[in-house]
């Protein structure tokens, strides 16, 4: 019997209004492309509603996620679940962005699948927290990454990333596929 070869492109986030971290990556671990969305409140500058500048800053984070998934040949999602907020405004971009990833994975047709921060810290370095140069340190040991050297940048990257390693051990749709 002869086995076809399964392989697909994987995008895995870090969702932020702030700075999406992003990358994608093939089930065998290679870093195809990485980078980071980034968005700013503009009401003032703009003169508009906060609604209407929440509303901007989600058009841009939605055509850039699906520009990366379709010059890339993205057949899988997987995001971090953002949890916690120490603010209402905090609480309602957490919930903007994990609609923004679940509605980019229903409408396009591709399966997300959803990790803690904590778990992929867990896997990565076996512990639940740990400070972001830990974490560029650990994936720049297991991964081929072309960091930018931009603190927002790479540090959203390996977020992403992480995301990604916690996955590859967890995801059935990896175990499958491998």
């Known amino acids: 019997m002869v086995r076809k070869e399964k392989t697909f492109n994987v995008l895995t986030n870090d969702p932020s209004m702030t700075a999406w971290g992003w990358a994608v990556m093939d089930l065998s671990g290679n870093v195809i492309k990485t980078g980071c969305i980034r968005t700013s409140p ?10 209407d500048d929440k509303v901007r800053r989600v058009n841009e984070i ?3 996620l699906l520009q990366i998934i379709r010059n890339n040949d993205v057949r899988m999602i997987l995001s971090e679940l953002p949890h ?8 309602v971009m957490i919930g ?3 609609g923004i990833v679940q509605t980019v ?3 396009l047709n591709i399966p997300v699948e959803w990790y803690s921060e904590a778990d992929a ?3 990565l370095l076996g512990k639940r927290s740990a400070a972001k140069q830990d974490i560029i340190q650990t994936i ?4 081929r990454v072309p960091w930018k050297n931009i603190k927002y940048h790479d540090e959203a990257v390996a977020d992403a990333i992480a995301i990604y390693n916690v996955a590859k051990d967890q995801s059935c749709i990896f175990k499958m596929n491998l």
Do not use: F, H, P
Not at 84 to 91: E, H, M, R, V
Not at 140 to 143: D, H, T
């Open 105 to 107: 994975s229903d409408v």
């Open 62 to 64: 939605n055509v850039q």
């Open 121 to 123: 810290k867990n896997r």
């Open 42 to 51: 503009e009401t003032k500058a703009r003169r508009i509603r906060a609604g």
């Open 140 to 143: 720049s040991k297991l991964y």
């Open 84 to 91: 916690g907020s120490q603010s209402a405004s905090a609480a």
């Open 96 to 98: 903007i962005v994990t």
